[in-house]
């Protein structure tokens, strides 16, 4: 594919794009697809000749669209959001296009030094506290996920623990974890791969409204170095996966500061809520925190994989991550003025990832990001008030931000039928979690493009289908 | 941005990259930004308001530019390439606009079945082992980079030499990996992050070729047995960062074989050349390797970031990866016919990666791709023949594929000065290594666009900075 043949086919693709942003709504919300549907449809092997654009566009159309679960539908609402924007969309464009890998500053200034000010743009935006600036002692970094976030927070906590040691020598069995029991898999994960092992990761039960008891985790902390081993890390949830619950952070961290244990703060999705200075309120106790993550490739626009880590404390990260063969060697390398990002993370090459973000922020500005959040809030309060207004559905629990965890009353049987009957359909997608063992459904309102009439709709599919089912089932 | 703009600035972003491609030549291939250069320009906060795209695009090129260093620049002879391609980038841009998030087969089937499928194209275009199929036990995944690919071997690898406990019961400080003192850097990063220890990495010398030594990887393997530690992962290197050195594999296997280790190979950046049967003979004794990884985002022509990961026993993996919590059930997760690719790899979501290496297998074919493999080998060897012709300069290692390892006969702080000198000048882009400690220069041949003249260019360009060097030091 020659020059010309690329602005020809490129501009072909950004009007599929286009097009097909405009008739989203026109396919079912979840693929339709059956297990090995495109598989069967591909051919054994790669092509010895080229082929033609043209062919690969429209084996798109005719091969991958009916495989494909539509995440930027406005009737999407399952999980969390993966959005993406046409702002960040071009940006990633810009990134591939541009094809720099900047494992190190020498390797493209420009990659590093905007990721670093997009951050700082972030503390501010959202109000983060002064540790993770990078005129001081922290700083941000983009990772693919909260999970390879959270792995780093480990990795350097296991530094700061064991002296510098903990890398080198290998697990010893005795470091523990702690994190409620709603955290997210991945904090366990994290565990599993760090050689912490699952087994010494805590899960501290939770109060009424899935938040982590404080004095739970005292006492676990206490049982623990009672029995010879070494607590290290707490990782505190501001909006767990479940129900978007925040954890008493102002407790956690004063027991972190007393225990002198790593404080990390999991805001994967909920962290963009903290645009809005009325939503902050969740923040309240990460001032002494040691790291924070949030993804923006959640509910800030811009397209997967995008996350901020901060840490208040690089030198830990480095030390934990940081190895310097000769061929990584550079000049400005040895300068301390500049960061090498490759020790900031697992992998050791990264795409330009800033691009994307800041295309997003200076697109949009903030003000409009903000109404974003809060037109998803109110949609999810209004869907809320319907459940509660209903004499079939109840919420599990109030609705915190853009999040509404609900059930029928016909119990779990009923509700999980129900869920399949609604995704089936293909008029909306929703996801489902269990909470005190109850089947539980979740309507997540925050696609880019969800309007009140996508909501409304979706509590119509979902009256509508559960009518039919009790129908069927007397 | 609504959709009709972005269709104007969509097609406005893919010209200007048409245009970069076009005046690519002209800039310094490195950039010659200073440290802050572009920090001091940018504003220190996020705008209030939304900006037009104008703005964003007039600082792309006043901004961003110069501080990029281009890598896909013909001249760029650093490191090892990270090439992309018209085809590449588009598919990038699908993935992007798609915005679909494949975690899990259900969360987009197109994005799990086409992965699976392309890199069983893979398999068969290098000629790979049947066990890395996924019809079998095993399969391939698409990792970010080869540290993470590596990173998810040793895991799996643990698992199975612990029989299954590893994972859960952290680490006791007794398990060892083993590789060449000229592996990659990614291999005690991964033994760091993985709890390993770096400590508990063996790192065995090599040959004159600085190729691994089996019968020290024995006596090694031997030494910790006797220790009581517990010897469970080798890594062979099949082109390694300095050199593209060949660790013997028959060799190394059958030890992996005799001793239960798992044997994981590191083909980075060599694995594309496997494409032409005259090369494969690298590959020989990979028939009972446990794992392999090589990355299509070096020089098969897809965009940074894109590895590609098999295992011969993907349970293994799974196994070590696997956790599923309610919200992340599916009815189809159920199926054993369906792959969730989360159990595969650290974080859990996942982008559309596939869809940029379908392209660039459809669009080129792989006789193409041959082709490219072929004209770059040739370029290095013309290159290698002109140094071993010189009076000044001389050859640091037979060259092996599209790397040339080099030095001038005036020592290593001459070579150092030299290096330096090349890349200021923005004509070319080098990079460096030392061997047996001799400060050597790197010249890898392998950017997509790379021409004769390009390499040429590169040893007047050599040449005549060395000249100058040699008067001023007079």
Redesign the interface.
Known sequence: ???????R???A???W??D???RIEEYPV??L???????RR?P????????P?D??LAD?ER??????????SPSFFA?FP?????????G???A??????GML???????T??E??IL???V??LALPEQFRSAGSGGGVIQ??A??AT?CAL?AA?ERATGGAG???????T?VAYTSDQA???I??DC?????????LRKIPVDTQFRLRPEELERSIRTDREAGRVPFFVCGCVGT??TLAVDPLPDIARICREQALWLHVDAAMAGTAALCPEFRGMHAGIESADSYTFNP?KWLLT???CNAFYVADRQALIN??G??????KT??GD?D??IDYRDWQ??????FRA??L??V????????LRAMVRRHVDLAREFAQWVQDSDDFELAVPPHLNLVCFRHRAGDAFNEQLL?EVNRSGDIYI????LDGAYTL?LCAGQAHTEYRHVENAWRVLREAAERLVNNNQ
Chains 1, 2 share one sequence.
């Not at 697809?33 to 598989?39: V, Y």
């Not at 091969?63 to 930027?72: A, N, Y």
């Not at 599993?192 to 010494?200: H, M, P, T």
Request: charged content about 20%.
């Open positions: 594919m020659n020059n010309d043949e690329f602005r086919c490129g501009h693709v950004i009007d794009l286009a097909y942003y405009e979840q693929s697809a059956g297990p090995g549907d495109l598989r591909l054994a092997r790669a092509p010895e000749e080229g082929e654009f062919a690969i798109m091969l991958i669209l009916p495989g494909i679960t539509h995440w930027q999980y993966a959005n993406n924007s046409p702002p960040s969309v071009l990633e464009l810009f591939a296009g541009l094809g720099v890998q500053w020498a390797t493209s200034p420009a990659c030094e905007l670093t000010r700082d743009w972030l501010e935006a693919d996920s999970s390879s792995l990795l296991r890398n080198h020598r290998g697990g010893d069995g470091l997210h898999s991945s366990e994960k599993r791969i760090a050689g912490i092992g699952s087994d010494n996966t479940s490739h397209n997967f994989d934990a991550l190895i310097l063969p000769e061929y990584l000049r400005a300068d003025g500049v697992v992998p050791l090459g990264r795409r691009l994307k800041w295309f922020l200076r697109s949009y500005g903030l003000e409009a399949h996801s489902h979690t269990r979740r």
